[in-house]
Structure formats: structure tokens, C-alpha cells
């Protein structure tokens, strides 16, 4: 199957601090979707991306698709104590995001210090 | 709207065992999937339907069985657990196959000893 490479694994910032975390795939896709998994919850959609190039934000949050269709990029402004969680990148090759072909990255944590 | 439910939200089962979890959506929702999740390996997709009477296999279907006889429910059952099938399971709705509207269930947590 397809594989996704999230980076880093993990992170322990200071609060206030910005973040940034990306992942490459080996092939490519032309929905890149980012996730955002609470201790004992379920992933909640963060940003969707359909365009190469495309840059989109919500918030602090800006995730952008990478021109070659290849990476993704999240990047988080002022962090502040509720960031904390794990970060999914998942993508597919189908147009609009079919959840049939979806491959998930195997997350980033993230730790903020107060 | 109570979105995506499952229960139980933790079982312990003894190799052997069948069982069945559930997931159901108050969405009106085509598409429906069941994950696992596993330390350090991200979502995996075991099965997924995109309506009622038709699923499909994902990417770790082995050792599970689904049926999707309303739009509502997607159960997914194990009919002999093992202990590598023990792991986090999230159930995820959308409109369509798009995914990008995907809503996650809060999970099963499963232990098989």
C-alpha cells in the first residue's frame, strides 16, 4: 500500500511557540486532509486541501499541499496549552478525499510546556 | 444530534470470543467505515460501505466481518479474537465517499488476552 511519512514523531514546545509538521508520500495524492485526535476521542477534521499549491487556514492553523502533490504541510501560530494532542495527516488519490483510499500518517504528538 | 455512537466503549474478551461493536449515526450519512488504531501505526481501514446492502474490504479486512443493513448501523464483528486484534476501533460517517466530511465515533477500546 501507499506510505505516508509524518514528521516529527513528536514535539515538546514552550506555550506561545509556533509548530510546524509535514508528511510525504511516495506517491501521489490529490486530497491531503489534516486530523486532530484528543486523549479517548476520535480524530476531528482540521483542514482539508484539493488543489496543489492550495493554502488554507483555520485559525491559527495553516496546512498548505505541497506543489509536487507529493507533502503536506501543518503549521500552528501561538500555541497555546489545548494544541495538545496528536496530529494526523491522511491522504488519497482520489479527487474530493474518498475515504476508501485514505492512508493515514502515524501522528504527530504534541506536547506543550507551560 | 448524537452524531456517530459505539459501544462498548472498552471490552476485554478472551481468545476464542466473538463479538460484535457497534456504531450507528444520526446523519443520514451514505458512507460509513470502521478503523483501527494501533500505537505508532496511525488509522488503518478494515471495512467500509458506501450505503446500505454494499461494503467493502479495506486495508486489514482479515478477522472481521461488517454488513450494512440500514444506513444507520455498520456493526463489525470479530468471530474469533486473537490477541493482535487487540486495539483502538473508530467508526467514521460521511455524506459521500469523500472524506473530507468524515465524522469519527469516540472508539472501542479492545483488549483479547
Known amino acids: 500500500g501507499q506510505q505516508l511519512n509524518q514528521s516529527p514523531q513528536s514535539m515538546f514546545i514552550q506555550e506561545g511557540e509556533d509548530v510546524s509538521m509535514n508528511c510525504t508520500s511516495s506517491?501521489?495524492?490529490?486530497?491531503w486532509l489534516w486530523y486532530k485526535q484528543d486523549p479517548g476521542e476520535g480524530p476531528v477534521l482540521l483542514i482539508a486541501?484539493?488543489?496543489?499549491?492550495e493554502l488554507t487556514s483555520n485559525g491559527r492553523l495553516t496546512a498548505q499541499f505541497g506543489i509536487t502533490r507529493k507533502d503536506s504541510f501543518l503549521n500552528i501560530s501561538a500555541s497555546i496549552p489545548s494544541d495538545v494532542g496528536i496530529y494526523f495527516c491522511?491522504?488519497?488519490?482520489?479527487?474530493?478525499?474518498?475515504?476508501?483510499?485514505?492512508?493515514f500518517g502515524k501522528g504527530t504528538h504534541l506536547i506543550i510546556q507551560p | 444530534n448524537a452524531g456517530v455512537t459505539q459501544t462498548p466503549k472498552f471490552q476485554v474478551l478472551k481468545t476464542g470470543q466473538s463479538m460484535t461493536l457497534q456504531c450507528a449515526q444520526d446523519?443520514?450519512?451514505?458512507?460509513m467505515s470502521w478503523y483501527r488504531q494501533d500505537p505508532g501505526m496511525g488509522l488503518r481501514l478494515i471495512h467500509y460501505?458506501?450505503?446500505?446492502?454494499?461494503?467493502d474490504q479495506g486495508e486489514v479486512p482479515n478477522g472481521y466481518n461488517v454488513s450494512r443493513s440500514t444506513t444507520e448501523d455498520f456493526p463489525l464483528r470479530l468471530l474469533s479474537a486473537a490477541p493482535s486484534q487487540t486495539s483502538v476501533y473508530f467508526c467514521a460517517s460521511s455524506y459521500r465517499p469523500g472524506g473530507s466530511q468524515q465524522y469519527f465515533g469516540p472508539g472501542t477500546r479492545l483488549t483479547v488476552t
Open positions: 486541501l484539493y488543489k496543489a499549491g
Open positions: 460501505s458506501v450505503g446500505a446492502g454494499i461494503t
Open positions: 446523519m443520514n450519512h451514505e458512507y
Open positions: 491522511a491522504g488519497s488519490p482520489y479527487s474530493g478525499g474518498g475515504a476508501d483510499g485514505l492512508t
Open positions: 506517491s501521489i495524492f490529490n486530497t
